[in-house]
């Protein structure tokens, strides 16, 4: 995961830590020069305290690069290359605790077990300098006293290394905890932003199946009004002239019709409210009325029903009922309708298989210009958790033939039927 305090990065998050860092440095330095201001003998006395005073504004951007170049200068006063601390100036090695502070707080994977390391390195070196006299400075014998008289180069060198890892520890730890605790709320401020984004997408995707039902009903209902209407108003035509008589009845129905879908035109339209109604009218309840319209459209209908039907309304029963709304639909616009349509509904204990069988009008066959109806037909049933075909089925003969099981997805279901 990308850190925003990352090394190196020039976030405005990580700048307010940085600027203490530079802060922190010149402060230091400052403080030394104060302190020794009385004692000091050359610019070398002070050069200690200006090199850590340094490296603690470079840990704020490179604690790395600042551990590696405190190793490198305190080797080079172990070997008498640069000027070492004196008596009152050893404290200034304590600048270490800031480096690792940054190093904990700035370095990510693999880079912060090597500031470890390099803490540890640096650590051995300043408790080997302290031991050692060199001929740029004293030692902590001379300085304080030996930790132990009988091996004191021994117990020196343990003590004094000891302790200054200790203290580089210590800061490291108190760095990777601030980094800890600045990723925690990075990461819970980051979960609120998901959250409230997954909310959206969620209220987003409810709104679309919303679109997507209402489509569909409106398809369903008013396809089939408008296709019994206009049999109706075909053959009212027809025998105006003739039997002018049979032609009003013929208006009248088409007006009955036109109330029925214009009804059903605003259930859709009212929304969630009025699922229930719309459960009683637009399932198997409803079947009757159904196949009543579609024989003023001019249709033959033959019902069958095998097995015990299941005593409580289901979710299966509005699919079933959509299902045969849009093949009694497809038989009118497409099919010979001069023959008998056969609707077979057969029940199970844990399913109904809904059949709607009609012959082929002559010659090609005509399919809708957009499949919407067919693929609502598909997208309710395998809502529901059920299987449906529609194809030829024996010589001129069409079949469409839904599995809805009674107790399937009633959750998805409500949300597309």
Known sequence: MQSRFRTGSHSPTTWPI???????????IAFWLLAERSR???????VHCLVFGGLIVLSAFRAQVALLLAGLFVALQLVGLAPGPTATTWPAYGAVAVLAFFAGAYEIGLGRLVSLGLGLLL??????????ESSRGGSWGNWVGHVDQLHPVRADLAVLSSAAF?????AWVAGFAMRSVAEKRQLSERLTVTQGTAGQLDLELRLTQEREQIARDVHDSMAHALAVISAQATGGSAQAATRPDTAVAVLDQVALLAQSA????????????SLADRGERQGFK????????????????????????ATQPTDAGRVAYRVVQEALTNVIKHGDVTRTVRVRTSWSATEVEVSVSSSLADGPRRTTSSGHGLRGMGGRVEASGGTLTAGPAGAGTWAVVAHLPLNGREAMTDALV
């Open 286 to 309: 409803g079947l009757p009325a159904l196949f009543e319209s579609s024989r003023q459209g001019g249709l033959t209908i033959t019902e069958v029903t095998e097995g015990t039907p």
């Open 123 to 132: 650590s051995v070196l300043i408790g080997a300098r302290m031991t050692f």
């Open 166 to 170: 200790g203290l580089f520890a210590a």
């Open 262 to 273: 214009l009804r059903d035109l605003q259930a859709v339209l009212a929304g969630p409210g």
């Open 18 to 28: 940085r600027f203490i860092g530079i802060a922190g440095g010149a402060s230091f």
């Open 40 to 46: 000091l003998g050359g610019p070398s006395d002070v």
